[in-house]
């Protein structure tokens, strides 16, 4: 008896193996197929042919995160405004790959081989996150691929750029933008006491250091209380808003990111507290989000006052409705990527870091080595008619200097729009 | 291992053509893929050890993602902080997520069912805020960097290779003490308790004692796997451990075929072919222009009619095939001699 439950446990196994050769070979032949020759180009050109250069980038499509893809978005859209309008770049065609990595580094550790390896792209720009990035970094630096523009206001990119010289960020850092919070309350609510509400993790850490370090001594006095929350949590921040309106605080610095931003928002005006003043960091203060704030207290007033900063133009801002760059801005979107929202903060920053892109990619010329492009990114920039940031704002690296963006300018909300005000400041 | 001397010719063909089509893979695929397939043997090994859980002990897990945060945690943080070779953290991390498996394992021991599943859900959750709580020694939300594991140089294996057959052949060893823990009594006693946790009992098998060692072999499974997706990936941050990694298993594993040796192999194809592929069907192709819509509803989509067509998963599906078919040739034979019952696994 023995023998023959044996016997058929063997023959099962065969049958198993049969199972799993078959199943080996299917997706070996489809990934045989979906493989693409690797021509005979040179290290030095790949994703470059005569009419067409391709780069490629990473953003979270789904997950929790997915919202970010309005930047992906933003970008394609200047992308193929640029191929069909002005015949691409030097004559060549941008071919812009997108991929999901729903904000997951082990993801993106895939998704980055994709790009290089099977998409065999030119470079990658824009890819979103810090995590995802900081993942990935040391594979595109050892792979000489250019990884520019990175998507997030950590300050490693220009930090750490001696050591990572193919990585570089694009849009101001986190800290430097909590340091103009702390220069603004200095300056005009110097006996103010400040509740905190920030995202327990470096990104909400390093905008809450901008704002102690630029405070100085005066920090511990006026930081009266904080509260956090962890990235993925249910975005109901009630329970946070009460813990801050019981410290009795008159500002309320909120560095969230969308959908925490709102609740929190929310909570703090129809809890009671209605603090007197309110800063708000720039990633969760798109006006789609500060407009839903006020659709949902019902007060079109509730949100006036509030403060954050901005580096681009404001397509929500009747001031700038005839602004030349607003226009084409709106006009691009409308033809080329309609399912982006005109107003939303995401496509804007998109499409800025997409102009600066092809302003990178023309002034390579006919030399498009990976090499160069980075040179020219990383310490050759000097862009100043960029039509989605603020008049004023250059997009500068030199071989001392990897922040491409510096200058911000503060905002305030009045009804249904912010109202820039003051120069532009640099927190670095 | 000893039991493996005594198998029949029969398993030992099987076993050489897995091995042929192992070794086959990294040579006619490319760089990119090989790497795929690296990723698809740490998945193989994670819902082994969920399977050994879920599948066979009946202990709905949601939380096993967390099991593999600690293991990862455990390589990234002896490679960075104390310089361990990253090769000799691998069975560290699977010790010592067993150890925490088994003491999770205690206060499950109190819980089945729907609240056992809520009490690993709050495991899963609890994963970035512990991590990012003590920053000061996981690095937080920044996470840890790992220097890429290149192959010892008499081998010259490309990275991607090197990591390919590591991978793979500890998948192999894993799932051959796997099969071996199913076929012992302990594996009887698993599936005992997950058919009826009464009948169990009256049989003499100690609930406590075979619950806390189920969730001890799960986590020192995830352990493995965590260690391994970190020294892939190069890399380990909360993100990649998230409520989002677990369910990832539950659904790759039930897709697979819960309870089934081989459903963690078709989960773990599922886990890392199905969002590559979904996403390019969802392409959408603007003349020169490709975007991504959003690969999730096809990833929905297939789920969907999988689990409606074949409730027990893809190998479900193979083996009433195989039924379908030995029922015929049976048909045949019983007329000589009527079929025994057969003793085995769902």
């Not at chain 1, 691409?88 to 999901?100: C, M, P, S, Y």
């Not at chain 1, 220009?158 to 960020?169: A, F, H, I, R, S």
């Not at chain 1, 309320?252 to 709102?262: E, L, M």
Request: with cysteine; proline share 5%; aromatic share 12%.
């Amino acid at each position: 008896m023995e023998e023959r439950y044996r016997m058929i446990d063997s023959w099962k196994a065969v049958r198993w193996g049969a199972v799993g050769l078959v199943t080996a070979l299917t997706v070996l032949a489809c990934g045989a197929q979906s493989a693409p020759n690797s021509g005979s180009t040179t290290a030095t050109d790949v994703g470059i042919t005569k009419d067409e250069i391709k780069i490629g980038s990473t953003f979270p499509q789904t997950g929790p995160a997915n919202f970010y893809s309005a930047v992906g978005k933003g970008m394609s859209a200047y992308f193929k405004y640029v191929n069909a309008e002005k015949g691409g770049v030097n004559g060549r065609k941008i071919n812009f790959i997108i991929k999901d990595d729903a904000y997951t580094a082990s993801q993106t550790a895939i998704k980055a081989r994709e790009l290089v390896q099977e998409e065999k792209v030119f470079a990658v720009f824009g890819a979103l996150g810090t995590g995802p990035n900081l993942g990935v970094r040391q594979f595109y630096n050892d792979n000489q691929v250019p990884q520019l523009f990175v998507f997030t206001g950590s300050d490693h990119w220009g930090n750490d750029w001696e050591q990572y010289k193919w990585t570089l960020g694009w849009q101001p850092d986190y800290e430097a933008e909590g340091k103009i919070y702390a220069k603004d309350i200095l300056k005009n609510l110097p006996n103010t006491k400040i509740a905190v509400l920030y995202q327990n993790d470096e990104y909400g850490k390093d905008y809450l250091n901008g704002m102690t370090k630029g405070l100085g001594d005066k920090a511990s006095s006026m930081i009266i209380a904080k509260a956090t929350y962890n990235a993925g949590d249910p975005t109901d921040m009630s329970s946070q808003v009460n813990v801050l309106k019981a410290s009795g605080a008159d500002t309320f610095y909120v560095v969230t990111t969308p959908g925490y931003s709102v609740s929190a928002l929310v909570n703090a005006i129809s809890s009671g507290w209605k603090p007197a003043h309110i800063y708000l960091n720039n990633v969760g203060a798109s006006s789609v989000y500060i407009k839903n704030v006020v659709a949902k207290l019902g007060n079109p007033h509730a949100m006036d006052g509030v403060i954050t900063t901005t580096y681009t133009k404001d397509p929500n801002d009747p001031a700038q409705k005839d602004d030349p760059g607003i226009k084409k801005y709106r006009e691009i979107l409308a033809k080329y990527q309609p399912d982006c929202d005109p107003i939303d903060a995401s496509c804007v920053t998109g499409m800025a870091a997409a102009f600066s892109t092809v302003d990178v990619l023309t002034r390579a010329g006919q030399n498009l080595t990976r090499a160069n492009v980075r040179d020219i990114a990383a310490t050759k920039m000097n862009e100043t008619d960029n039509f989605l940031l603020l008049p004023g704002i250059v997009v500068k690296t030199t071989k001392d200097d990897h922040f491409p963006i510096r200058q911000e300018r503060l905002q305030k909300w009045d009804t249904d729009h912010y109202v820039p005000y003051g120069e532009l400041i640099s927190g670095r | 291992m000893s039991r493996l001397k005594g198998l029949p010719i029969p398993v030992l063909i099987a076993a050489g053509l897995g091995a042929v089509v192992l070794f086959g893979i990294p040579l006619v695929t490319d760089t990119f893929f090989t790497f795929l397939f690296a990723n698809v043997a740490v998945y193989v090994i994670a819902l082994m050890g969920l399977n050994i859980l879920t599948g066979y002990s009946g202990q709905i897990s949601l939380g096993n993602g967390a099991f593999m945060a600690v293991g990862g945690y455990t390589t990234a943080l002896l490679v960075h902080r104390l310089h361990v070779p990253y090769l000799a953290t691998i069975p560290i991390a699977g010790l010592v997520t067993g150890l925490f498996g088994f003491l999770f394992g205690f206060p499950a021991l109190r819980l089945s069912g729907i609240y056992l599943a809520l009490a690993t859900f709050a495991l899963a959750l609890s994963v970035t805020p512990v991590i990012n709580n003590f920053d000061t020694f996981t690095e937080g939300h920044t996470g840890i960097n790992m220097k890429p594991a290149h192959a010892p140089a008499i081998l010259q294996l490309s990275d991607e290779q090197w990591l390919y057959f590591l991978s793979w052949g500890i998948a192999a060893v894993m799932f051959i003490i796997s099969w071996n823990i199913v076929r012992s009594s302990t594996g009887r006693a698993f599936m005992a308790i997950r058919d009826s946790e009464t009948a169990a009992t009256a049989s003499g098998v100690s609930l406590s004692y075979y619950k806390t060692l189920a969730f001890a072999i799960s986590a020192l499974f995830s352990g493995v796997a965590g260690a391994l997706l970190a020294i892939v990936a190069a890399y380990v941050n909360p993100d990649n451990f998230s409520l989002q990694l677990s369910l990832n298993l539950l659904v790759g594993l039930v897709v697979g075929g819960l309870g089934f040796r081989f459903g963690p192999v078709i989960g773990g194809l599922v886990v890392v072919f199905l969002p590559y592929y979904s996403e390019k069907i969802a392409t959408i192709q603007f003349s020169s222009f490709s975007l991504p819509a959003k690969p999730d509803i096809f990833n929905g989509i297939l789920l969907l009619l999988i689990l409606f067509f074949a409730p027990s998963g893809v190998m479900g599906l193979i083996m009433r095939g195989f039924a379908l078919y030995n029922g015929r040739r049976t048909a045949v034979r019983s007329r000589a001699a009527p079929a025994e019952p057969v003793l085995e696994e769902k």
